[in-house]
């Protein structure tokens, strides 16, 4: 994966970061396997980690 560069020169891991999350956000809804309610309560999952994960790399990174 490239990470662009961010406006002030750093890597852009916010969006690093947000490319990871949707690519797995597309993988539950691919998988036949799971029911929709596994898949609702996967995607909430994946959503608060993504939260998390942009939070703490503005507050580390940034």
Known sequence: MN???H?????????AISEV???LKN???NNSKLTEGEQNE?????????RK????AKT???
Do not use: T
Not at 53 to 56: G, I, L, M, Q, V
């Open 3 to 5: 990470i662009a560069l």
């Open 7 to 15: 406006y002030s020169g750093k890597p852009d891991y916010l969006n």
């Open 21 to 23: 999350f949707n690519n």
């Open 27 to 29: 993988r539950i809804m």
């Open 42 to 50: 996967a995607l909430k999952e994946i959503e608060n980690q993504h």
């Open 53 to 56: 994960a942009k939070k703490e």
């Open 60 to 62: 580390n990174l940034y």
